[in-house]
């Protein structure tokens, strides 16, 4: 029972395009949102969070969009640079359940130049 | 700081050996986190504590697994005895506190043979 989501296993881009991740969940409890981003050999790392009570959450080229209605969520890229290529997760939680993430399987993402 | 460290990074057993990981979280972080991540079912959350009390065990697979955290420093997980389906990346994960960004240490990859 995947109850979070990621559709697309890998996405292409070129450089200072938009890259855009979609997530998908199942969880009505999910409230609280997360995306981190992997390379090879290391730890995920942290990349962006949004809470329930928001639709949109912007960190500079990172901007995570929220449709609690469709319990759907996607991150942007702008503009992608070849140092963004690694693997994107998708993170779910309930607030009650803190930092109990419920990962998505992953998108891998490759920037070229 | 020098982020969440875990050790060994790399540890190859034979079937029936007991496996112990072990992991420092970030100084100051109240809750830790023990993920395993394989090809089949992506990153999973396997148990976490919180002030150094398990809080949610669920996701530990088999009584074979078996999770400590003697001291806000430190903590191991256990596999005893090792089997081949146990190979995966284990990671190990901290935040300041149960609701918010977690920091992931660079994993431990276990081998069973």
């Known amino acids: 029972d995947q109850q979070v989501k990621q559709n697309s296993p890998s996405l292409s881009v070129q450089e200072g395009r938009i890259s855009i991740l979609n997530c998908d969940y199942t969880?009505?409890?999910?409230?609280?949102f997360l995306w981190y981003k992997k390379y090879p050999a290391e730890g995920p790392t942290f990349l962006i969070s949004i809470s329930s009570i928001k639709d949109k959450n912007e960190d500079g080229r990172f901007t995570v969009f929220l449709n609690k209605s469709a319990k759907h969520l996607s991150l942007h890229i702008v503009p992608s640079q070849p140092g963004d290529s690694a693997v994107y997760f998708c993170?779910?939680?309930?607030?009650?359940?803190?930092?109990?993430?419920?990962f998505g399987g992953g998108t891998r993402v490759l920037v070229k130049p | 700081d020098a982020g969440v460290i875990q050790s060994p990074r790399h540890e190859v057993t034979e079937m029936g050996q007991e496996v112990t990981l072990r992991c420092k979280p970030i100084s100051g972080h109240n809750s830790l986190f023990w993920y395993r991540q394989t090809m089949m079912r992506g990153l999973e959350l396997l148990i976490y504590?919180?002030?150094?009390?398990?809080?949610?065990d669920s996701g530990m697979p088999e009584d074979r697994f078996s999770a400590k955290m003697p001291n806000a420093s430190f903590s191991t997980l256990k596999i005893q005895p090792s089997e081949p389906r146990d190979s995966a990346v284990y990671f190990c994960?901290?935040?300041?506190?149960?609701?918010?960004?977690?920091?992931f240490g660079q994993g431990t990859r276990l081998t069973v043979v």
């Open positions: 504590f919180n002030n150094n009390v398990p809080i949610d």
């Open positions: 969880n009505s409890m999910f409230d609280y």
């Open positions: 993170a779910a939680s309930p607030k009650a359940a803190g930092n109990k993430l419920t």
């Open positions: 994960a901290s935040s300041l506190r149960l609701y918010g960004e977690a920091f």
